[in-house]
């Protein structure tokens, strides 16, 4: 019904930057938050930063300052601008996103299938 499609991933130095990109597609009415997550080997899967409709963010600390999150609404998209990167940076990153399919539809929640950030000299 949904599809999240990432892309951006990739290897880069630290200080580096990367921007990841997440489209949404299928039966979608509206959407209330996007957002990213990554999971690093032997981590749970973290929220690095979120953004609502109305353009509200939410940030984990390790990242502000660094990283941006903005949102197309027209084109479902959201991007992360991930700058100065890290080591500790490194893992899957996720794109997420709650939306409903009709008007009068529950919050709905969809995952993609992850993109590999390296962080690494």
């Known amino acids: 019904q949904v599809q999240l499609v990432e892309s951006g991933g990739g290897l880069v130095q630290p200080g580096g930057s990367l921007r990841l990109s997440c489209a949404a597609s299928g039966s979608i009415f509206s959407i209330y938050t996007m957002g990213w997550y990554r999971q690093a080997p032997g981590n749970q899967r973290e929220l690095v930063a979120r953004i609502t409709d109305g353009g509200s963010t939410t940030y984990v600390n390790s990242v502000k300052g660094r990283f941006t999150i903005s949102r197309d609404i027209a084109k479902n998209t959201v991007y992360l601008q991930m700058d100065s990167l890290k080591p500790e940076d490194t893992a899957i990153y996720y794109c997420?996103?709650?939306?409903?399919?009709?008007?009068?539809?529950?919050?709905?929640?969809?995952w993609g299938q992850g993109t590999q950030v390296t962080v690494s000299s």
């Open positions: 997420n996103a709650d939306l409903r399919h009709s008007r009068f539809d529950i919050l709905r929640g969809y």
